[in-house]
């Protein structure tokens, strides 16, 4: 299928930034994994010092091929982070989430130098929010923080069977247009039972390569 050819172009172009002796930060969701397949073929997997992972399912798949799964705790800053995005908009700001990892994958990002996003081009937007924007909630607080989240224009909807990697549920909103993106994640951010806001805004990719099936284009902010 051509998205799957667009991802692998992306992830390929993202092994040139992996470096050898170093410990590389992980991120989770389809594109990430064709990346971390990638890491094994390309023999990458055996250079590198160890991976931290955004993911209980990204931590399996780094073990299978070899690679040492380490805590953020014990490493420092991380030289770069390779994840995907749901959708990133002309400022290299995102949304992700779409697969429940996103208060990980923050940490992880915020912990890292650089931010390597990996996608294909059916999510560049020039606005943000076609995506239903997630947001992790502390069970107790998700109608509350669903009722705020409506005061502020958006339509929360409980995602249904998920619990994330930390024990809590996901509201994903629709109908937002996001154009301050900045202001947006502060907001949601600052209402009393959220965890954390699928909005990388403040701190967006630093790289975004995106693939397409003859290649892959480099974009810097
Ligand atoms: O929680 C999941 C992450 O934010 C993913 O990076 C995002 O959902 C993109 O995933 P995929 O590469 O499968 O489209």
């Avoid at 994958?105 to 999510?123: G, N, T």
Wanted: aromatic share 4%; hydrophobic share 45%; net charge neutral.
């Amino acid at each position: 299928m051509s998205q799957d050819l667009a991802k692998r172009k992306a992830a390929e172009a993202a092994l040139a930034y992996v470096q050898a002796g170093r410990v590389l930060g992980v991120g989770t969701g389809s594109t990430v994994n064709i990346f971390i397949d990638l890491l094994a073929e390309s023999g990458l997997a055996g250079k590198i010092k160890g991976a931290v992972s955004s993911s209980n399912a990204s931590s399996e798949r780094l073990q299978k091929i070899g690679v040492p799964v380490l805590d953020l705790n014990s490493t420092g800053e991380l030289s770069i982070y390779v994840d995907g995005a749901d959708e990133s908009n002309p400022k290299l700001q995102l949304i992700k989430g779409g697969g429940a990892a996103l208060t990980r994958e923050k940490i992880v990002a915020a912990a890292s130098e650089q931010f390597i996003c990996i996608v294909d081009r059916s999510k560049q937007v020039e606005v943000l929010g076609r995506f239903p924007l997630p947001v992790e909630v502390i069970p107790m607080a998700q109608a509350y923080v669903a009722r705020r989240i409506e005061a502020l224009g958006g339509q929360p909807k409980l995602r249904q069977n998920v619990i994330t990697d930390n024990g809590n549920q996901i509201l994903d909103v629709h109908g937002l247009a996001i154009h301050d993106a900045v202001a947006l994640e502060t907001e949601i951010n600052l209402i009393t039972g959220v965890v954390c806001v699928g909005l990388f805004a403040r701190r967006g990719a630093d790289v975004l390569i995106v693939g397409t099936p003859e290649g892959a284009q480099i974009i810097k902010p």
